[in-house]
């Protein structure tokens, strides 16, 4: 095998400055773009009182919402986690059954699964996606479980796994129909963490909505924000009612009583912050144009410098490029790399800590995971913001 290639850092690091323009500052990660109605909205509420758990602007950005990500229902909530914990419950994911999760992924995903009372099975990822790999999914299932009538059973551990959460890495859509027919085998319920796939399609169709029921997430760094917040989304009406009625105490309609009929969750997102979701949506197209226009120039750039890779959206998808990535041949040029940009003032960002390096993750299940632990030694984040595809069209 031949060595990899060595990183030239101050050309990769050329790459980043000539991206971020003008701005002498620090380059941040991912900020947040309000060019829209965003004020007005907001005075809007102000000015009508109407700022907390009732308002108009949350039925606008559940409608908004629902279409963007080509749903029937979306049921928004404080944050993308509560939606993510909901979403599983609604699954029918109960305590001790266990959940597959890609190894690779934000922890949400897996702190999620144990809000319920349940295990994270850690499976790998697809390099060609970033996200949950199907086959090596099926090969795992095929050694370890077996069918059963609800779920299959894991012979190892004894438990069921209940369900399947794939998300889309970064925006790039992972394979999701494939994995659809894995779980469909297994008699797994699948939970689409979408959270960062918002614009993202894969054969032409949005992300979110394929499975049972999936979650989303608006906060601060993600496509579009809402401060903090989130929506679970889903094609089946009796789950969204169901899952507007756990996310909002569980309270019976009643001009006057408080009437409760189960344990439910103070989880739904204020008027005020829906306020902001429905300004920002309405951004959606020149964000997600500009965030391509960002990806394009990073990967015409990235192509001059020796020992990395820029991380192009998979075969058959059109990726929202979240967060833009790079992959370096050789993983001993990753910290330096993050050392020299964040000093000057460039954000890059390691992949996140594998869910099987993390300490109350670290007895979970687990198939092998060479291509996850492959990723995370070697991917690095860098500024993605849409304003940096804005200054990209001015140059
Ligand atoms: C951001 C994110 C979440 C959680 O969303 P919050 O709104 O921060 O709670 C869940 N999963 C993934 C993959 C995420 O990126």
Request: with cysteine; glycine share 8%; aromatic share 6%.
């Amino acid at each position: 095998m031949s060595l990899p290639t060595r990183l030239d850092i101050p050309r990769a690091q050329a790459v980043l400055r000539m991206a971020a323009g003008d701005s002498a500052d620090k380059v941040p990660l991912h900020a947040p773009q309000f060019a829209g109605a965003e004020w007005r909205y907001l005075k809007e509420c102000l000015d009508t009182g109407w700022v907390s758990s009732v308002g108009a602007f949350v039925d606008r950005f559940e409608r908004d919402l629902a279409q963007a990500f080509g749903v029937a229902r979306a049921v928004a909530t404080v944050n993308g986690t509560a939606a993510l914990h909901m979403a599983l419950l609604l699954a029918g994911v109960k305590p001790q059954d266990e959940v597959l999760i890609p190894a690779l992924t934000f922890v949400a995903t897996a702190n999620a699964v144990r809000y319920c009372g349940a295990v994270p099975h850690l499976v790998d990822s697809d390099r060609e996606t970033l996200g949950l790999a199907p086959e090596a999914l099926e090969a795992w299932l095929t050694e370890i479980a077996e069918p059963g009538a609800d779920g299959a059973r894991n012979r190892m551990t004894g438990r069921r796994i209940a369900a399947v959460a794939p998300m889309h890495a970064f925006g790039h859509p992972m394979r999701i129909d494939a994995l659809i027919a894995v779980a469909r085998k297994w008699g797994l319920a699948v939970v689409e963490d979408a959270a960062e796939s918002l614009g993202s399609l894969r054969d032409g169709r949005p992300l979110g909505g394929r499975g049972l029921v999936g979650a989303t997430s608006f906060n601060g760094n993600k496509i579009i924000t809402t401060g903090g917040g989130g929506a679970i989304l889903t094609d089946d009406a009796d789950l969204a009612d169901r899952a507007k009625h756990l996310t909002t105490t569980a309270k019976q309609p009643h001009p006057w009583l408080f009437l409760h009929d189960e344990t439910g969750f103070n989880y739904r997102l204020p008027n005020i912050n829906a306020a902001l979701g429905c300004a920002q949506l309405e951004q959606l197209p020149q964000m997600l144009a500009a965030k391509r226009r960002l990806a394009a120039a990073y990967a015409e750039a990235f192509a001059q410098v020796e020992g990395l890779r820029f991380f192009n959206e998979p075969p058959g998808a059109q990726s929202n490029y979240w967060l833009n990535a790079v992959i370096l041949d050789n993983p001993a040029d990753r910290d330096p790399f993050l050392e020299e940009t964040n000093a000057a003032g460039l954000m890059t960002r390691p992949c996140w800590t594998l869910m099987s390096d993390l300490p109350m993750h670290r007895d979970c299940p687990s198939a092998p995971l060479p291509v996850a632990r492959d990723i995370a030694a070697r991917l690095v984040n860098i500024p993605s913001s849409a304003a940096l595809g804005c200054e990209a069209r001015a140059r």
